[in-house]
Each structure stands twice: as C-alpha cells, then as structure tokens.
C-alpha cells in the first residue's frame, strides 16, 4: 500500500518537473548562463547531477532492501519469541498444577492417615485418664500429657492442612473458602478494620483460576501481618465481563494503609514475585503501587478463559 502510493508521488513529481522543464524551456536558460562559464565546464553539470542522483538512488533502495530483511528478520524473531513465552506459559501452567496436586495429596494424607491416629491416640489417653485413681496419680498426668501432646500436634496438622490446601475449596467452592480464610484472619488480627467485597459468580471460574486468587489473597496478608503496621485492609475481588480482555475477567486488589515502602530502594521479596508469576502465568497483568507511610496496594486482573469441556482449567 505505501509502496504503491510513493511510487505514484515520485512518478507525479517528475512528470510535473518535466512539464515546467518544458514549458519554461530550462536546458536553454541554463544554457544561456552557463555560456559565460565555458571554462569551467558547467554546461556538463547536469550530467554530473544526473549520476549523483542515480548513485543516491540505487544507495537509497540498497538501504530500503537491508531494511526490509532486518524487518522480516525482526518479525520472525518476535513470532518465535511469542511462541516461546506461551510454551514457558503452559510449562508454567502444568508445574503449577502437578504443585497444586501434589499439596492436594499431602493434604488428604494428613488429614485420612495422620488425623485418624492422632484421634485414636487421644482416645486411647482419654480412656487410660478415666482409669487412673486420681487426678494426682502418675497415670493420671501421662495421660493428660499425651491429650496435651495430642491437641497441640493435631492444631499443628490443621493449620499444615489448610496451608497446603485451602479448607473448603473442593467442597464449597471459592467464595466460601475465602470467607473463612478472611474470618480467620480477622480473628487472628483483631487490631486491624477489614473493609472486604467479594462480587459476582466465583465458584466456577476453574481450579486453577481459583487456586491463584486464594494464594494471592494468602501471600497478601502474610506481607501486611508481617511489614504493613496497618490499621485498615481493604479487600476487592470482582468478576465482570472484561473490558480489556475478551469474555470474563476477575480483578483482585489488596489496598493497606501501612507504612509503605520505596521499591526502587527495598529489594523485591519472593511473596511478590511469585504474586506475579501467578497471574502472568494466566495471562493476567500485575501491578504494585506504593510509597512511604502511605500504604501498599496490589492489583491483578485476570482473564478468564473458558476451555473446551473435558479440558482441565
């Protein structure tokens, strides 16, 4: 299209300049003045002209061809990359699941194997306390000790549980899941005034989808219990139909009111980076704002993309 159109600029250009050549008769004018410079050999500058202007032209198209090879070789080396990156991305995307599956697995271990005998252990120690004569016999606090010991492994198996595999997930879906992830937080962070929203249908948006939004949400206030000395956590996760995206689109934030922190100065933590790995991971975009003793903000949007059925999301 551009081609076309300048070759019929220069075709035009040199037509006009030909039909002013003739109609103000220029070979003669120039003629007429260069006589007096005879000596000098001006009346041969126009051929002198004319080779110049031929040389320019072909260094012009060599350079417009070299051009054109560094773009297609551009072009091929972007297609390649882009291929590249979406391999990187499914890569990603199976070693994110094969992680997921294998803490789903620990998890139910834990849970059917661990939990059961440490039940039956209690049991056992509640039975053997029953028997004892008195509260001061040495039956009597051993097994009240292995109840103890019982109760404090048992607290500590729940709380492994839940960090390999949110509660309530599978059964209840996501909304549920991070409302009791929220409530124990709010719990376990009486100080701190949780302002939360939680909107539109987020329980079939894909495990995967739903993973990456819970361990954001995790890793988020793990940053803001352990560096944020907020008063205020406001909480946003809403499914729309996407502007920016195709089809539906889920927008995460996690806005404190804490001291903040320069990142051109701190160096960026793990949390972070594996905060963005997920979501780019998804194809989503991720963004952190934030300055000095005015808070820290996270924000993620993510696409959602429906896979065929049979597909696993």
């Known amino acids: 299209m551009y081609l076309r159109r300048d070759l019929t600029i220069v075709a035009l250009v040199t037509l006009g300049v030909g039909a002013f050549a003739v109609y103000v008769e220029l070979n003669e004018a120039m003629f007429a003045v260069t006589r007096r410079w005879e000596a000098l050999q001006l009346d041969e500058l126009p051929m002198t002209l004319l080779a110049l202007t031929l040389c320019l032209t072909w260094f012009a198209w060599r350079r417009f061809r070299d051009a054109?090879?560094?773009l297609r070789r551009r072009q091929a080396a972007e297609a390649q990359l882009e291929t590249l990156l979406l391999e990187n991305r499914r890569l990603a995307q199976q070693y994110q699941?094969?992680?997921?599956?294998?803490?789903?697995?620990?998890?139910?271990?834990?849970?059917?194997?661990?939990?059961?005998?440490?039940?039956a252990i209690k049991i056992d120690a509640v039975a053997i306390q029953q028997r004892a004569a008195d509260d001061a016999s040495p039956l009597f606090r051993a097994s009240s000790a292995i109840?103890?010991?019982?109760?404090?492994?048992?607290?500590?198996?729940?709380d492994l549980i839940g960090k390999l595999r949110p509660i309530g997930l599978d059964e209840l879906g996501l909304k549920a899941a991070l409302e009791h992830f929220l409530d124990h937080w709010q719990r376990r962070l009486p100080h701190l005034h949780f302002d939360i929203l939680l909107k539109g249908d987020l329980d079939d948006i894909g495990e995967l989808y739903a993973l990456a939004l819970y361990r954001l949400l995790q890793e988020g206030l793990t940053n803001v219990?352990?560096?944020?000395?907020?008063?205020?956590?406001?909480?946003?996760?809403?499914r729309s139909k996407g502007t920016a995206h195709p089809g539906d689109e889920v927008v995460f934030s996690l806005v404190d009111d804490g001291c903040g922190t320069d990142l051109s100065e701190s160096k960026v933590g793990l949390g972070l980076i594996g905060m963005r790995e997920r979501v780019e991971m998804l194809g989503g975009e991720f963004h952190v704002t934030t300055e000095p003793e005015r808070g820290f903000s996270v924000f993620a949007r993510i696409p959602i993309i429906h896979l065929p059925s049979g597909a696993t999301s």
């Open 225 to 238: 219990s352990k560096h944020a000395r907020a008063e205020c956590i406001e909480v946003r996760l809403l």
């Open 147 to 158: 109840i103890e010991h019982t109760d404090h492994v048992h607290a500590v198996v729940r």
């Open 68 to 70: 054109r090879t560094q």
């Open 97 to 119: 699941q094969l992680q997921e599956s294998e803490r789903k697995f620990l998890a139910h271990e834990l849970h059917d194997e661990l939990g059961q005998y440490l039940n």
